[in-house]
């Protein structure tokens, strides 16, 4: 039977597909994109992880034997639930965010020695033992009132836990302190004792005050009248008597001398 000559052919063509199409997935898989914000780590499945790692942009990779891990370099956040004890021996929970990044030149060892779960192997512990080490030198009060130094501290105090592993702290920012029951009324009525403190001394204050006004208004007059007792000599009594006198003569006058009976005068 003869084969037709368009048959005869058909093999080749499809041996030819096959192999255009193994070159075509052999040359995608040669290449490979590292991204912005991103290191690219090789890892060989004949030696393991290569020390070297790549920036952005387009490399070359041994197909089905080297991989490109892309590792995020850029600022990212972490949030952790912590619980401590503080120096009065009170009952702390905390929520603890952390801004950080990964040394971009530590990449390859950062992937080498921990792998991608880096925040729950690493930083959530991390930040459990800082926030214990500092809370327990301050009593709880002290975590309301000088929060900010708190902060501080258990910022320096999560950084050198992390540079070890190649991760930088960028941020930090303590988003809550919760205590127990017991102590949140307790320190409701102490603060309502000092608000009560403070009014009655507000009170006291003000009696003090108006009192102090009225005595200086009661000396003030007390003054006034002396100097005006002062001033009322003999002459000045008699200028203003003079000043009110209306000029008409008193029909009797009377004094150390006789009586003269001014109308017996006028009859004669």
């Known amino acids: 039977m003869k084969i037709p000559p368009g048959l005869s052919r058909l093999p080749r063509l499809i041996v030819t597909a096959a192999v255009i199409l193994f070159l075509f997935i052999i ?23 290569k020390d070297v790692q790549l920036g952005e942009g387009l490399h070359f990779k041994i197909p089905f034997i080297e991989e490109i891990v892309p590792i995020d370099v850029k600022v990212q ?13 009170q009952n702390v929970s ?6 950080f990044h990964l040394d971009p030149s ?15 192997r690493v930083i959530d512990p991390a930040v459990q033992e800082a926030v ?14 000088r929060r900010a130094e708190v902060k501080d501290a258990i910022k320096e105090n ?13 941020e930090f920012s303590i988003v809550n302190f919760d205590f127990s029951h017991e102590f949140n009324v307790a320190i409701e009525a102490k603060q309502t004792a000092e608000q009560s403190a403070l009014k009655a001394k507000r009170d006291l ?12 208004q009661a000396r003030a007059e007390a003054d006034g009248q002396r100097l005006q007792r002062e001033t009322l000599t003999p002459i000045l009594l008699q200028l203003r008597a003079i000043e009110k006198w209306d000029g008409k003569l008193p029909q009797v006058s009377g004094g150390a001398t006789p009586f003269i009976d001014i109308n017996g005068l006028k009859a004669k």
């Open 27 to 49: 040359l995608l898989s040669s290449f490979q994109v590292v991204g912005a914000g991103e290191r690219g780590v090789v890892f060989s499945k004949l030696s393991g992880v």
């Open 77 to 89: 956040k972490s949030q952790t639930d912590a619980r401590a004890a503080s120096k009065d021996l």
């Open 94 to 99: 905390s929520t603890i965010a952390v801004n």
């Open 106 to 120: 530590r990449a390859q060892k950062v992937y080498q020695e921990i792998g991608l779960s880096f925040k729950e």
């Open 132 to 145: 214990k080490s500092v809370t327990a030198h301050f009593t709880a009060e002290e975590l309301i009132t």
């Open 158 to 170: 999560l950084s050198q836990r992390l540079v070890k592993f190649n991760i930088i702290v960028d």
């Open 205 to 216: 204050d003000r009696i003090r005050i108006e009192a102090e006004q009225r005595v200086t």
